[in-house]
């Protein structure tokens, strides 16, 4: 399984910005996908989480009303769409297959993140 | 300030056994299973160690985890040089309706 995430740059504050993540090697449609951010020097921030049927969508504080997450299981990608960028989002983005899942039936925990794409950088500064 | 909390830092001398802690609550740790990242500086995270004590292929067997109550432990036995790295947890939280990963722990080999 493999993941490529595109569509980072540089951004001035109260700009958007549209994440692309593509998948390959799996069956992408079985799979939550999430998003994670590393700023500079710092730990990991979850951000977005999607269901495998886009049936849910989660999103840490932070972002919340700001981000949104979505997907296409057809062109196997999913998606982050930042809007209102400030400063502080300014960060490694990392897309991380999810828990996978048949149907209603998931499995492993709903935190599953795992592989993960190499990360793209967002810079958000005036 | 983090939800899972881990020691920001650790160390340890070749060969000794390391235990790295997290630290949550009922909503979390205590309700889902906990998953643990190792990152090395300049690379992406990789999954360690999932469902609290399970090792995904190609992880060796002197990793461990296990859980108990609202906390989890990664252990690391046998510590090698290229065992230096952060390690984070993670898990699902059902009152923040997300899943919250731990401020990391970074760990060095003396």
């Known amino acids: 399984a493999q993941l490529l995430e595109s569509g980072g740059g540089f951004v001035q504050p109260g700009g958007s910005l549209r994440l692309s993540c593509t998948g390959s090697?799996?069956?992408?449609?079985?799979?939550?996908m999430s998003w994670v951010r590393q700023a500079p020097g710092k730990g990991l921030e979850w951000v977005a989480t999607i269901r495998h049927d886009e049936s849910e969508k989660y999103y840490a504080e932070s972002v919340k009303g700001r981000f949104a997450i979505s997907r296409d299981n057809v062109q196997k990608s999913v998606y982050l769409q930042m809007s209102s960028l400030r400063a502080e989002d300014t960060a490694l983005y990392y897309c991380a297959r999810g828990r996978s899942c048949v149907g209603r039936t998931c499995y492993d925990s709903p935190a599953w993140l795992g592989p993960w794409g190499q990360g793209i950088l967002v810079t958000v500064s005036s | 300030q983090s939800v899972l909390t881990q020691p920001p830092s650790m160390s340890g001398t070749p060969g000794q056994r390391v235990t790295i802690s997290c630290s949550g609550s009922n909503s979390n740790i205590g309700r889902d299973s906990v998953n643990w990242y190792q990152q090395f500086p300049g690379t992406a995270p990789k999954l360690l160690i999932h469902t609290n004590d399970q090792r995904p292929s190609g992880v060796p067997d002197r990793f461990s985890g296990s859980k108990s109550g609202t906390s989890a432990s990664l252990a690391i036995s046998g510590l090698r040089s290229e065992d230096e790295a952060h390690y984070y947890c993670a898990a699902w939280d059902d009152s923040l309706n997300g899943a919250v990963i731990g401020g990391g722990t970074q760990l060095t080999v003396l």
């Open positions: 090697g799996f069956t992408f449609s079985h799979f939550w």
